[in-house]
C-alpha cells in the first residue's frame, strides 16, 4: 500500500524557520517525482515545488522561491522541504504528493498544518 | 506565475450535469495537454479524478470527463450524485512550474 506521510508542521513566529518531512512507503520512491501543494485556510490549493526523482531537477512557485528549499533522500524514502524567512500568508495545510513534472497525481499524504503567527 | 480561473461555485440537481470551466493562457493551459482535475471533501487531501485533459484514474466513475479547447479546461459531471458534492481544482503542467485554479465548490440542490 502506497503511503505518504508528512511531519514537521507547526506553530512559528513570522521569520522563523521549519523542516517539513514527508515519509514514502510502498513503492519505489527513488524513481518518481514528488511534489509539495499548500492550501491556505479556507482557499485553494497551491503548487509549492517539485523534485525530480534523483534531486538534480527543482523547481519552485514564485511565492516560496529564495525562501523554501526542497530535497530528498532516496535512502531513507523521505522527501523534505525546509521552509525559512516564513511569513503568515504562508500558514497553510502543506501536502506532499508523488507525480509526474506535470503535477501530482493519485498519492497524496494526509497534510502537515504550518501556522505562522506573532 | 497566475493562478487559473474557475468560477467559485456551481450547483445542479441529481441526476443533473454540471460543467465547471477553468481558464489560463497559451502559457500553461493552451500549451500542454496536461490538465488535472482533484475532487476535495471538508479536511481531507485531494483526490485526482482527471489527468493529461480527459483521462480517468482506475476506479473513477465514467461520470467524469474532461476536456479542453484552447487556453480553457472544463470537468463535466454528469448525473450528479449527492457525493459529488465537493470542492474542485483544476491544474495545469507550465513548463518550470505548475498552476492550480482557485477551486469551484459544486453543491448538488
Known amino acids: 500500500e502506497v503511503q505518504l506521510i508528512e511531519s514537521g508542521g507547526g506553530l512559528v513566529q513570522p521569520g522563523g524557520s521549519l523542516r517539513l518531512s514527508c515519509a514514502a512507503s510502498?513503492?519505489?520512491?527513488?524513481?518518481?517525482?514528488m511534489h509539495w501543494v499548500r492550501q491556505a485556510p479556507g482557499k485553494g490549493l497551491e503548487w509549492v515545488s517539485r523534485?525530480?526523482?534523483?534531486?538534480?531537477?527543482?523547481n519552485y512557485a514564485d511565492s516560496v522561491k529564495g525562501r523554501f528549499t526542497v530535497s530528498r533522500d532516496n535512502a531513507r524514502n523521505t522527501l523534505y522541504l525546509q521552509l525559512n524567512s516564513l511569513r503568515v500568508e504562508d500558514t497553510a495545510v502543506y501536502y506532499c504528493?508523488?507525480?509526474?513534472?506535470?503535477?501530482?497525481?493519485?498519492?497524496w499524504g494526509q497534510g502537515t498544518l504550518v501556522t505562522v503567527s506573532p | 506565475q497566475s493562478a487559473l480561473t474557475q468560477p467559485p461555485s456551481a450547483s445542479g440537481s441529481p441526476g443533473q450535469s454540471v460543467t465547471i470551466s477553468c481558464t489560463g493562457t497559451?502559457?500553461?493551459?493552451?500549451?500542454?495537454?496536461?490538465v488535472s482535475w482533484y475532487q476535495q471533501y471538508p479536511g481531507k487531501a485531494p483526490k485526482l479524478i482527471i489527468y493529461e485533459v480527459n483521462k480517468r484514474p482506475s476506479g473513477v466513475p465514467d461520470r467524469f470527463s474532461g476536456s479542453k479547447s484552447g487556453n480553457t479546461a472544463s470537468l463535466t459531471v454528469s448525473g450528479l450524485q449527492a457525493e459529488d458534492e465537493a470542492d474542485y481544482h483544476c491544474c495545469s503542467y507550465a513548463g518550470n512550474y505548475v498552476v492550480f485554479g482557485g477551486g469551484t465548490k459544486v453543491t448538488v440542490l
Open positions: 504528493a508523488r507525480g509526474t513534472p506535470a503535477g501530482a497525481r493519485r498519492y
Open positions: 510502498g513503492f519505489t520512491f527513488s524513481i518518481y517525482w
Open positions: 523534485i525530480n526523482s534523483d534531486g538534480t531537477n527543482i
Open positions: 497559451s502559457s500553461d493551459i493552451g500549451g500542454y495537454d496536461f
